[in-house]
């Protein structure tokens, strides 16, 4: 079936040293299904990637009707907002992906210009159902729940059950995300555990990653950084530990917490955003409040003390991750964009 064309507006930066973003992922997909997908912009200037964006929808205006943004909450939700106002000048609809945890902010911050650009979309598209409520509770109608998908058939399931204190982390080093909350974990925990490791894996995008490295490096904790990875080199990666854990402190519904749990690796992660939505604590993961390194590192040793619980975990961790399997997802995609 001939499908439309259309264009995708967000961060396509992973060939610039980037983490891989929805735009890369979601649009080899919707390609898959036989759309013409337009995405803009690789360029790596941020005021550069704006007007590249900007260029992208004047010039492909007449070729097609529907434009997807990837929406987040820093200062790439200015791009949005400018692209959005763009599209209603020119009479296109435009679909807003809510991409970013802490959107609620931007709500009450900025509720004008929230009003005008959520409001008059076509349709909001929610991956979470913590944003999907609270953009009701603002008043929200055109709202439609589409989690973050992944191809399960491309995580090979480990079913762990007795582990070692070995952990992954997988994120960009930003402090939004609270890397050296990982670290301080690590530290706690070799006191136990001599033994314990930790490999962070992720791009470097503010300057936590050197005082995650100057940490580690003080406190001769001996963190591995890998840098940016492939997809293919940390889902390898993945067999080779036994705990994934997330330390943000914003979060809407990170993909990588999905593909960990697609790999059979039990979760620990903080109580935040998006978080208490994807993981139901105790069933298919373990939940912490944010920043409170001692509580999560009395949640990792539980794990480790507790072979029953690992493999409850792991176990149901895989299940919960088979229902964000594209070929489920893709049946509400295609509802939309038809």
């Not at 980037?18 to 390609?31: C, D, I, K, N």
């Not at 964006?53 to 990837?70: A, G, P, S």
């Not at 009479?91 to 959107?103: D, F, Q």
């Not at 598209?125 to 009701?136: E, R, T």
């Amino acid at each position: 079936m001939k499908r439309k064309k259309i264009l995708y507006i967000g961060n396509a930066l992973s060939h610039k040293g980037a983490t891989v973003t929805s735009v890369e992922t979601l649009g080899v997909f919707l390609r898959n299904e036989g759309y013409t997908i337009i995405v803009s912009s690789s360029v790596k200037n941020k005021v550069l990637r704006m007007l590249d964006m900007i260029k992208t929808v004047i010039f492909h205006r007449n070729e097609t009707k529907t434009v997807l943004i990837d929406t987040y909450s820093t200062i790439n939700y200015w791009y949005a907002i400018v692209i959005g106002t763009l599209c209603r000048l020119l009479k296109l609809e435009y679909i807003p992906i809510l991409r970013g945890g802490n959107l609620p902010y931007r709500l009450k911050s900025n509720p004008k210009i929230s009003k005008r650009f959520f409001g008059k979309a076509a349709h909001n598209i929610v991956p979470s159902q913590y944003l999907l409520q609270d953009f009701k509770d603002k008043g929200y109608r055109n709202l439609k729940y589409i989690p973050n998908t992944i191809e399960t058939t491309k995580y090979p399931f480990v079913e762990r059950a007795e582990i070692s204190p070995n952990l992954l982390w997988v994120r960009s080093f930003a402090r939004l995300y609270n890397p050296i909350m990982a670290i301080k974990v690590l530290q706690e925990l070799q006191k136990k555990y001599p033994n314990a490791r930790l490999t962070m894996v992720g791009p470097k995008k503010d300057d936590s990653y050197d005082e995650c490295v100057d940490y580690s490096e003080k406190h001769n904790l001996g963190v591995r950084f890998t840098g940016k990875l492939s997809k293919t080199e940390w889902i390898a990666l993945g067999k080779l530990y036994d705990i994934f854990i997330s330390t943000t402190d914003f979060d809407n519904t990170p993909i990588s917490v999905i593909e960990a749990m697609a790999l059979g690796l039990p979760v620990v992660s903080t109580d935040v955003g998006g978080m208490p939505f994807l993981v139901e604590n105790d069933e298919d993961g373990l939940l912490t409040p944010a920043k409170d390194v001692l509580q999560f590192t009395k949640r990792v040793i539980s794990l480790i003390e507790n072979p029953t619980l690992v493999h409850k975990l792991s176990k149901n961790g895989r299940h919960k991750a088979e229902g964000f399997d594209w070929n489920q997802i893709k049946i509400l995609w295609n509802d939309v964009l038809s």
